[in-house]
T-cell receptor
Framework: DTGVSQDPRHKITKRGQNVTFRCDPI?????LYWYRQTLGQGPEFLTY????????KSRLLSDRFSAERPKGSFSTLEIQRTEQGDSAMYLC???????????FGSGTQLSVL | DAKTTQPTSMDCAEGRAANLPCNHS???????VYWYRQIHSQGPQYIIH???NNETNEMASLIITEDRKSSTLILPHATLRDTAVYYC??????????????FGKGTKLSVIP
């Protein structure tokens, strides 16, 4: 079962460091999404790609955050100068776009010390 | 500004039907009702979605009231593995902003042995 894969599963970093997460979507899915989830809350939308084009960014995505999907396949989410408030689960999802049935990965848990 | 209202938590005896309600009184004509669930430490998992008619798949049934202001997700024979947070979401599939699924806090379903 080749579902959505995220790497790493866990990341611990010190405040001020840069971190990068990777997402490999289901191969035939042209839409890719990043969400963020903090403890006790539902996931919050961050950004969305259709193929390699980043079509929407939430205002939650400050200028310290950047996402790419260079060849329309895997995607990376980078956070520069991490802050303690960035501690969260970062979830990636993909879809064909036909009916917004999203397939989520298991997420990357970020802890900023 | 949540578009859906769900109970915070519910219990269900193992083997019995779990009926999870959701109110979406401001739903628009082109908005679908989606249900996802999230088991601890995993990403959300799609369950089912519908527009007007009741829907059934291998996981669950979705009953939507005639006025579409509320719906119920039914897990016919709950097992311990169904213990999870269940999210009810309304979204205009394929429409502007449809990629932004807005998750609330969901209902924490506990299946009791």
């Amino acid at each position: 079962d080749t579902g959505v894969s995220q790497d790493p599963r866990h990341k611990i970093t010190k405040r001020g460091q840069n971190v990068t997460f990777r997402c490999d979507p289901i191969s035939e899915h042209n839409r890719l999404y990043w969400y963020r989830q903090t403890l006790g809350q539902g996931p919050e939308f961050l950004t969305y790609f259709q193929n390699e084009a980043q079509l929407e960014k939430s205002r939650l995505l400050s200028d310290r955050f950047s996402a790419e999907r260079p060849k329309g396949s895997f995607s990376t989410l980078e956070i520069q100068r991490t802050e303690q408030g960035d501690s969260a689960m970062y979830l990636c999802a993909s879809s064909t776009g036909a009916n917004e049935k999203l397939f989520f990965g298991s997420g990357t848990q970020l802890s900023v010390l | 500004d949540a578009k859906t209202t769900q109970p915070t938590s519910m219990d269900c005896a193992e083997g019995r039907a779990a009926n999870l309600p959701c109110n979406h009184s401001t739903i628009s004509g082109n908005e679908y009702v989606y249900w996802y669930r999230q088991i601890h430490s995993q990403g959300p998992q799609y369950i089912i979605h519908g527009l007007k008619n009741n829907e059934t798949n291998e996981m669950a049934s979705l009953i939507i009231t005639e006025d579409r202001k509320s719906s119920t997700l039914i897990l016919p024979h709950a097992t311990l593995r169904d213990t999870a947070v269940y999210y009810c979401i309304v979204s205009a599939a394929g429409g502007v902003g449809s990629y932004q699924l807005t998750f609330g806090k969901g209902t924490k379903l506990s299946v009791i042995p």
